[in-house]
């Protein structure tokens, strides 16, 4: 059995142990760090939630998965991780719908089936990609990307770093030529329907998709 320890202590945290109970190679939470009650005893199941110096001196040579929600606050604890000489470790699981040729990178977590992903697609470092999600063939997605529950990506979709992606959003393909692209910190709110390539920082939202402000001006007309 693999052991982890997540940075994270909500009820996203319990979802992602959840997911990964079923996994062919059981993976084992042996404590949750979390910054404002891991001096309380407090716990989650028989797994202690503790401060993330007490997690490297209690359970040293355990890798830690981030499972925060937020990109940007991902990167920050990642740093801090870091900075203890904590490691990282992916979790995720080839075979039945999600394809044996794909790339991951360090730290990323993927929910297995009934989640999709297709061949020749890279996910980044610090990525996570949650349950019902598909994503198709020949896309590329960066670093601390989120990818919430419901997502269906396209093939030939270039997602950047930073990006937020939320629960039931579309993202329609690209061409093998000339991908849809999604720069980096952009904001895909939940439910959205993406034609368009989707600009660096962008917030969009409706369907189509539109800049949150395109729509504020249409709500005011």
Known sequence: MKSVIFYGASGHAEGWRDCF????EPV???????????????SIGDAPIVTLEAARQEFPGVPFAITVGEPQARRRIVEQVKRADG???????????????????EGSLIAPT??????????????????L??????????????VCPGVNVSGYVSIEDDVFVGAGAT?????????LHIGRGATICAGSVVFRSVPAGAKV???????LRALLRKGRA
């Open 114 to 131: 009934p989640t999709y992903v297709g061949p020749r697609t890279t996910i980044g470092a610090h990525s996570t990609v949650m349950a």
């Open 87 to 105: 490691t990282f470790c992916s979790v995720y699981e080839v075979g039945g719908w999600i394809s044996p040729n794909i790339t991951v990178g």
């Open 133 to 146: 999600c598909t994503i198709a063939h020949d896309c590329t997605i960066g670093d601390f990307v989120t």
């Open 21 to 24: 109970r079923s996994l062919a």
């Open 28 to 42: 084992e939470v042996v404590a949750y760090v979390d910054d404002f009650r891991g001096k309380d005893g407090l």
């Open 171 to 179: 993202i329609v393909n690209g061409a093998a030529e000339r991908p």
């Open 205 to 211: 939202a409706g369907n189509p998709a539109q800049s």
